[in-house]
């Protein structure tokens, strides 16, 4: 029997995925900056807010329809939460007690996480012995990264990593809320309505909890916080949507391996940081994990015993 592969990946695709995760480890390098002088939730506010204007003009000037309905529009409202405010907020409050780098890494476990909530909720993907094998060897990773302290003292740091966890599980829903109530829409309309509607959520919780957001920031933090919000979400949902497009949604989950590697590169060129072995051990772990619940590895591997066999 011949294996199905996903469709394959041309030189112009693969220079999309590399540079999709260099927009995208670019995000963890900009939240370090804007830190520096802006609160998490407001990080999260500027990042959506911002970004909805030049999106806004993308789907403007492609003549993409706007949909009318209120149903559509509680849904983008869901989406936003699920998929910019909650783990937006928590990777950028975890990166208040834990490197860029590592933020990145813990973040890698969002493919395996979002094939077991998709196994489990959703019936044309059901839940597989490689999904399940997989997601244990990323927590496995993630606890490799955390180490044998977290039993003995619980510590913010602990509290950082889990909330980057948290983001990953919440990506992992947002998946399933916008295939289950978005899928007719044009994705690039929902990349749009999902943004407007984290913004609608995000203005009352940051001037509840932060204050208005104070405008008076130096000329870094402000590239930083536009940085976030052109390159590393206007800039990478375009590129996003365009991989998937012509190379499905198997290639594209490469990208949560090649983030890493960026975000760390930034973080030791700019920010001065180090990686402790653990670390990498983990992300070793969670990248045996993905290339499980990927599947097409050791699909090959077994076709060529196959084929030598015959």
Known sequence: MQLKQPPS??????????????VWGGSFFFAEVALREVPPLTITLHRVFWAIPV????V???????????????????????????????????????????????????AMFGAVVAGVLLV?????????????????????????????GFSLGNMAQLAVIGAALS???????GKLLLAEQPPLMNALG????????????????????????????WGALLGLATVSTVVAYVLYFAILAKSGAANLMLVTLLIPPFAIGLGVLFLGERME???????????????????RVFARFSQKEHDSAQ
């Not at 220079?15 to 260099?22: Q, R």
């Not at 910019?84 to 490197?99: E, H, R, V």
């Not at 839940?127 to 302290?149: D, N, R």
């Not at 509607?197 to 008076?216: E, K």
């Open 277 to 295: 072995l653990q670390a990498w051990v983990g992300f070793a772990v969670i990248a045996l994990g993905f290339a499980v619940t990927d599947g």
């Open 60 to 110: 403007w000037f492609r003549k993409i329809p706007v949909p009318c309905s209120f149903r559509v529009w509680g849904s983008y409202l869901g989406m936003g939460a699920l998929n910019n405010a909650i783990p937006f907020s928590l990777i950028f409050w975890g990166q208040t007690q834990i490197d860029s780098g590592l933020a990145s890494i813990l973040n890698a476990t969002t």
């Open 9 to 22: 990946m041309d030189m112009k695709t693969i220079a999309m995925l590399l540079l999709l995760a260099a």
């Open 194 to 221: 999902m943004l407007i509607g984290s913004t609608v959520l995000m203005i009352p919780i940051v001037v509840a909890i932060d204050g208005p957001p104070n405008m008076d920031l130096s000329l870094g933090v």
């Open 171 to 177: 990506y992992a829903f947002a998946g399933v809320w």
């Open 124 to 152: 044309d993907e059901p839940l597989t012995q490689k999904k399940i094998i997989g997601a244990g060897l990323g927590v496995l990773g993630v606890a490799c990264i955390m180490g044998p302290e977290v039993i003995t």
């Open 55 to 58: 999106l806004a003009f993308v």
